[in-house]
């Protein structure tokens, strides 16, 4: 049966269940584009580059269309706002049913394709507009007290980042039209939470996790977080596993 594995998974991407998948990503940055080829073609992912809106091109009238006037965000970070609505509004015209969007820094579990087929099973039941968090962010975990045996999906109050998650065209076009009214003045992530809890926008963390972020883990240096970008990768790789050691095991023996 199309879209089923021999060994009895479910694949997302064969099935048509997931029509996109959108990579935001800055031209300049050849290493994370090589590195991405490479990440989608350990799973045979079909993707597009999102390019537009580089922080070097955006001049004066698109930060005053976007932007609010006292917005304390990098070039790079209003960079990545827009190309995160960019993938949107992608999404949305295409009317996609179910798309993924990705930073160009992630990287996935190895059961990757596996369990993104039963994250995608189980959101069938789920009405829009939502989004779904399959990333561990800042080793942001659902909460043990929580977890049902066999369930994926778990309502948050957030959206742990913006680096890798699920969504389809209602929520898409939710969000960017409110592009068309509002002002960005929070990070990416940060800006996608303030517009969901307006708008209610229902978000979903998976558990388990299947990507890490590697400006977080230590395989690259962070391009938007300042007090990230002139740490060592070493220092970098060593607090991503020590937070993950905190947040994930110790701190669930007591949540």
């Known amino acids: 049966m199309l879209g089923w594995h021999k060994n009895g998974n479910y694949e997302p991407f064969q099935s048509g269940a997931i029509e996109s998948v959108y990579v935001i990503h800055a031209r300049k940055f050849t290493d994370r584009a090589a590195h991405m080829k490479r990440e989608m073609a350990r799973f045979e992912i079909p993707f597009e580059f999102i390019e537009p809106f580089d922080a070097d091109t955006l001049d004066a009238g698109i930060l005053e269309r976007y932007f609010a006037p006292d917005a304390r965000l990098s070039p790079g970070q209003k960079s990545a706002s827009l190309k995160h609505f960019e993938a949107m ?111 209610h926008i229902r978000t979903y963390w998976s558990e388990p996790t299947l990507v890490e972020q590697g400006s977080m883990n230590g395989l690259f240096n962070s391009v938007l977080e300042e007090n990230r970008k002139a740490k060592p990768l070493w220092h970098l790789k060593f607090r991503f596993w020590w937070q993950r050691l905190r947040k994930k095991y110790i701190y669930r023996l007591f949540r």
């Open 89 to 199: 509004r992608r999404v949305a015209d295409k009317n996609q049913r179910l798309a993924l969007i990705f930073e160009d820094d992630v990287m996935l579990a190895q059961n990757f394709i596996e369990e993104l087929g039963k994250i995608v099973e189980e959101a069938r039941g789920l009405a829009a507009p939502y989004t779904i968090q399959i990333g561990c962010a800042n080793n942001m975990y659902v909460p043990r007290h929580l977890l049902v045996p066999g369930r994926r999906l778990y309502e948050a109050h957030e959206v742990r980042a913006a680096d890798a998650y699920l969504i389809g065209a209602e929520t898409a076009r939710i969000r960017v039209d409110w592009l068309e009214h509002g002002k960005i003045h929070l990070p990416p992530d940060h800006i996608l939470t303030f517009i969901d809890r307006e708008k």
